[in-house]
């Protein structure tokens, strides 16, 4: 049968037409504005005057923003190499169960995934709060000074870490059940008739084949933590939210507080850099240490 490859073309572009369209409106133009705006002085809405490098420059010098960067680099390897890991432990712990009882205990681990962010700061404000907190009676009853967890500097980002691992631990166990289960039964079943331990196995056979779910898991982990906003953003009310800020919440603060839309841009630019350079440097990373493994 032959074929007009005039109109399959035609058909082609048609279908793909309309993401592309959404995808120039929604994040093209957008972040050509962005990168635009970073190079003037407009205020967050409205037109500006061109300053050049100047709100570049002008980074270098701000001890909030060095602050904002420290902050958001301490919590990232907080979370994203600990949340790694549990994960991976807890999708090894359930691909062990059986049956009904698997899927109840997976749910109530993916249940957390699912949760607004509003919901999780209530349910451990409840949990940790210094004055009404569950956690706080329970420190009573043992003796213990009570801690105000969201209100320390020294405390709140390691919290608001271990809330977060809590938090989005689900998908990761989600995916690191589905490398396991993808791993045929038949290499295990050689294995074991080798007499292999659970550590030679794990070693030998588990880890590499789940190494690129791994760096998956790992990769998004670390674009996720390294734009964290909302949960410092709410834990930090009534605080001292100056002493927690992490980069985006300092491009909210630019933005919408101070009105200083050029700065803000420059600043969500920088981020936008460190994300896809922190990143591509991982993944090189990774695929680096795969090799040396072979």
């Given amino acids: 049968m032959l074929r007009n490859s005039r109109t399959e073309r035609l058909v082609a572009l048609v279908l793909v037409a309309p993401f592309l369209a959404i995808y120039l409106l929604a994040f093209v133009y957008p972040m050509v504005q962005m990168f635009r705006i970073s190079f003037t ?25 060095r602050r904002a960067l420290w902050n958001t680099a301490y919590f990232v390897l907080m979370t994203v190499v600990p949340g790694t890991l549990i994960a991976l432990l807890i999708a090894l ?7 009904r009882f698997q899927s109840i205990v997976l749910a109530l681990f993916f249940l957390p995934y699912i949760l607004p962010v509003s919901v999780v700061y209530l349910i451990w404000d409840w949990t940790l709060n210094f004055q009404f907190g569950i956690a706080m009676h329970v420190l009573d009853w043992l003796g213990i000074p009570r801690v105000p967890v969201f209100k320390s500097r020294v405390w709140f980002l390691p919290a608001v870490a271990g809330v977060t691992i809590w938090w989005t631990a689900g998908f990761s166990i989600l995916l690191f059940l589905a490398g396991l289960r993808s791993i045929p039964a038949e290499i295990y079943e050689a294995a074991a008739l080798d007499n292999s331990t659970r550590w030679t196995t794990f070693r030998r056979i588990t880890w590499p084949l789940l190494w690129p779910i791994t760096s998956l898991v790992f990769t998004i982990q670390l674009i996720l933590q390294l734009k964290i906003f909302d949960q410092v953003y709410l834990f930090s009310i009534g605080g001292r939210p100056n002493d927690n800020m992490v980069l985006v919440y300092y491009v909210f603060q630019k933005a919408f507080q101070q009105n200083q839309g050029g700065r ?19 993944f090189q990373l990774l695929r680096f240490a795969e090799r040396r493994r072979r």
């Fill in 264 to 282: 803000a841009a420059a600043v969500a630019v920088t981020l936008f850099v460190l994300v896809v350079v922190v990143s591509v440097l991982q």
């Fill in 41 to 65: 002085d407009a205020p967050l809405i409205g037109a500006g005057r061109w300053v050049g490098l100047d709100n570049y420059l002008r980074l270098d010098n701000d001890p909030m923003f």
């Fill in 93 to 99: 712990g359930v691909s062990r169960l059986k049956g």
